[in-house]
């Protein structure tokens, strides 16, 4: 007989999953309901309503997609890109790479506007190449670009994609929750998120909108989207107030906890919680630089719940994030593609996003560099904090 399984206590501070509450825990364990019971469907149409606050958004297709955050990723291109459509894509991390991938995997044509990992990508790039190329299906930018921290200002990006009749496609995957993320304001058409960064819940769904431009054109599609399970135009029919069609069985248990990790959003209010994932940041970084970290992208640019920063040289990476996590179970991210090795990327996301976590990181590395060798001032990193906390300067 296999034993049971007992997860050890972890602190996630990486690049998502991050900590769940407890009541999001309790919720996923209460008796399911069948996925068109009428006290369901209310579950759904709740969902419904607080993610149409969460995004800010008055769109109607507001629903949360069954599938982690590149779920959603995929629907918002295999839906809106039929082949030979051109889409702006925006490349200066991982998820940007991603975003065209999918363009040409669905026969569009992905124009790269590239940026080095860790800097924004400039509007003007993107106007440029508008500018070059001729008609544009979409444009498809990255807010919160987990792989390097970088925060991409969207609202310059909307107002090009409604001067050149561009729809304008985000990924707001680890910024939903934890930072600012105006879609009707921006003029985003289609945007989606997920639930294991900054909305606290387990993965598994990706919440996801649609503007009147996006559902019109998927509606004039001059061929059938390649993807049955994330076709939007069946999807709605069980979304849909009216219709309530079965497609899929939902996700029921993810679903309930991802109505408690919404209701713990509204309890602490959007401008207080986006407010505490800027503090808390602030501090983790005034701490990391007094040890010799860098962050990589530039000052005014940098996700509030996720930093990324450049290791001293002489930080062995492995060796040490291994040891965050064996000694003090702390998860920490390291860096991807061409940055492994080169950066940890700290999450403090939803839950995770808290002063005491940002002062047992601090504590664990100061402890590690006495150890190692690469801390000579013990104190300097919670000292920088702590002065962050008591209304110093941030970054
Ligand atoms: C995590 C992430 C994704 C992918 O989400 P999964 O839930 O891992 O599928 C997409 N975009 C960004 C910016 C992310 O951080």
């Known amino acids: 007989m296999m034993q049971d399984f007992l997860p050890p206590r972890r602190l996630l501070l990486g690049p998502g999953p991050s900590l769940v509450h407890s009541r999001v825990l309790h919720a996923m364990a209460t008796p399911l309901l069948g996925h068109l019971d009428p006290v369901f469907l209310g579950v759904m149409n709740d969902i419904q309503t607080l993610l149409r606050r969460t995004f800010a958004t008055a769109n109607r297709f507001t629903i949360a997609i069954s599938g982690t955050g590149s779920a959603g990723m995929e629907a918002a291109v295999v839906n809106l890109v039929e082949p030979g459509d051109a889409v702006v894509v925006g490349i200066n991390g991982v998820f940007g790479t991603r975003l065209a991938t999918l363009v040409e995997r669905c026969g569009g044509k992905a124009i790269r506007v590239e940026a080095p990992w860790g800097r924004i990508i400039e509007p003007e790039a993107i106007a440029s190449a508008l500018q070059r190329s001729g008609p544009v299906k979409a444009v498809a930018v990255v807010h919160a670009e987990t792989s390097t ?192 090795g080169k950066v940890w990327r700290i999450g403090l996301m939803g839950e995770s996003s808290t002063e005491a976590n940002v002062l047992t990181l601090l504590n664990a590395l100061e402890e590690l560099g006495i150890r190692y060798g690469w801390v000579s001032a013990p104190g300097v990193a919670l000292q920088a904090a702590a002065r962050v906390y008591s209304g110093g300067t941030g970054s």
């Open 149 to 340: 921290g970088a925060w991409q200002p969207i609202e310059p990006v909307g107002r090009l994609c409604r001067d050149y009749n561009a729809l304008l496609i985000v990924d707001t995957v680890t910024s939903l929750g934890g930072a600012p993320v105006e879609v009707d304001r921006w003029g985003i058409d289609a945007c989606y998120s997920a639930t294991q960064k900054c909305l606290s819940c387990p993965p598994g769904l990706a919440p996801f909108t649609l503007s009147d431009r996006a559902l019109a054109a998927i509606k004039n599609r001059r061929t059938a989207c390649q993807s049955w399970y994330l076709d939007m135009a069946l999807v709605a029919n069980y979304w849909a107030e009216q219709t309530r069609a079965y497609h899929h069985t939902a996700p029921i248990s993810m679903l309930y906890a991802l109505r408690e990790g919404l209701r713990l959003v509204e309890e602490e209010g959007l401008a207080a919680r986006y407010a505490r994932h800027r503090l808390n940041s602030d501090a983790l970084i005034a701490g990391l630089m007094a040890l010799g970290f860098d962050p990589l992208p530039l000052p005014g640019q940098r996700l509030p719940m996720l930093s990324c920063v450049s290791l001293p040289p002489s930080i062995d990476d492995a060796a040490v994030r291994a040891r965050l996590l064996e000694t003090y179970g702390i998860e920490i991210g390291g860096g991807l593609g061409p940055l492994k």
